[in-house]
């Protein structure tokens, strides 16, 4: 009996040992069942780390431009491709104009006076661009909206910039989608890659020092201009440590436009006589000075989670979310934050940015008024009347820095604080010289 109960004993240890090797190797269901297992009890959040990604074939494309599209990859990235839908669901705009009257005045005689929303999912872009009431006359308005111009200028070079925006329009066949971060091979083991020319033409060898996985992003959430030569999209600097609002000043004080006029400008204000500068959205160049990139963070730590599907598969969700809106990602906040309520602390932060904002910006639009009414009384000379316009240019500058960034200072509120300080300052001084304070 001794000698049976040793055999048995003996029988289920080897069962043991061999499910835990079937298991290990993940023959059981062709899934790692191991890997699966790891990630289902009370061991934290998901990391980067747990994920694991394939070497897949590229699918043949459908497009007409040969863009391997969303849906050509549905069938090896389903997850993915779904979630990257899901981003038809941000679909509420704000009108800053009705939210801030004010910036209809301090953007008198330009496009965004006359429409200017916030931002919705990326689904939106190609449909956004189409019926904004800012003209558009060629086709470098399209740059960032979609994979097919990307794909465009790529093959073509520069020329493609200055094509008809109708013409092109009607060529284009998807938003933003997979091209745009990952090129056509977006199955070699989840590689980025930067897919805008520009890009990488500004920064060259210095792209190489910002993580792919925020410079994917900043392809497009960054301030940039467009060259008076050929209109070419490009940036206003070749480093991070040029990414600063005063170095990107300085950078445009110091370009010579084709008249001779030293100093690039978007319009000249008619009322004012200013040459003025417009800022887009300089998410990158914000978060980059910010403490959660000298961390080692990226975009996608806040703002895309890592997902576990119900067979195992774990995955970056490329649904786009404000951490404070998705529990999965606060979650990674507790990790430095601990037991930080950080949606209060994140709304309280906001609301102070959004005050500021909302001061100094009135106090810009007076500003402006008072320079107009000085221009068109003719009591200040010529010279006079050019330093405060230098002031008011500057005041404006720094002001839309922080207005225009899309986190109301939750990237980086230190220097959202400072670009408010320095538009004060200027609109102080300008005031000043007008004798109005």
Not at 204 to 230: K, M, R, V, W
Not at 369 to 379: H, K, N, R, Y
Not at 390 to 417: I, M
Request: glycine share 6%; with cysteine.
């Amino acid at each position: 009996m001794e000698k049976k109960n040793k055999t048995i004993k003996l029988i289920i240890s080897v069962l043991i040992i061999a499910v835990s090797v079937l298991l290990l190797a993940g023959f059981l269901g062709g899934k790692d069942l191991m890997y699966h297992l790891l990630n289902r009890g009370d061991l934290g959040p998901l990391t980067r780390e747990d994920i694991r990604y394939i070497e897949a074939e590229t699918p043949e494309a459908t497009s007409k431009d040969g863009t391997v599209n969303s849906a050509d990859w549905k069938e090896t990235y389903p997850e993915i491709v779904t979630t990257m839908k899901d981003n038809a669901n941000n679909y509420t705009v704000v009108s800053y104009l009705e939210q801030d009257p004010y910036l209809v005045n301090v953007y008198e005689g330009y496009g965004f006076a006359k429409d200017y929303g916030s931002a919705r999912g990326h689904e939106y872009c190609l449909e956004d661009v189409a019926k904004t009431e800012r003209p558009h006359p060629m086709a470098n308005c399209l740059t960032c909206k979609t994979p097919n111009f990307a794909k465009l200028v790529n093959d073509l070079g520069v020329s493609a910039y200055t094509m008809d925006f109708a013409d092109v329009m009607s060529a284009m066949e998807e938003s933003v989608s997979c091209y745009t971060c990952h090129g056509n091979d977006a199955g070699n083991q989840g590689k980025i890659t930067i897919t805008h020319s520009y890009v990488l033409k500004a920064l060259g060898d210095n792209a190489d020092t910002i993580d792919a996985a925020t410079l994917s992003c900043g392809q497009c959430h960054i301030e940039y201009y467009f060259t008076p030569s050929d209109k070419e999209t490009m940036m206003p600097y070749d480093s991070v440590e040029a990414m600063t609002p005063e170095a990107i000043l300085a950078y445009y004080d110091s370009m010579v436009m084709p008249d001779g006029t030293v100093g690039f400008y978007d319009w000249v204000q008619e009322s004012t006589g200013a040459h003025m500068l417009k800022a887009q959205h300089p998410e990158m160049e914000t978060f980059l000075y910010g403490r959660h990139a000298a961390e080692g963070m990226n975009c996608a730590d806040c703002h895309m989670s890592i997902e576990m599907a119900e067979d195992g598969t774990v995955y970056h969700s490329h649904y786009l979310a404000s951490p404070l809106d998705d529990p999965n990602l606060l979650l990674t906040c507790a990790e430095c934050h601990e037991d930080t309520d950080m949606t209060d602390f994140v709304h309280r932060l906001q609301d102070k940015i959004t005050a500021r904002e909302t001061e100094v910006g009135n106090r810009l639009s007076d500003f402006k008024d008072a320079l107009a009414a000085a221009v068109s009384e003719g009591a200040a000379s010529g010279e006079e009347l050019d330093a405060v316009r230098k002031l008011y240019r500057e005041a404006q500058w720094y002001f839309d820095f922080c207005y225009v960034e899309n986190s109301e200072g939750a990237h980086n509120s230190e220097l959202s604080g400072r670009c408010l300080d320095l538009a004060e300052e200027r609109i102080a001084e300008g005031m000043e010289l007008l004798g109005k304070e």
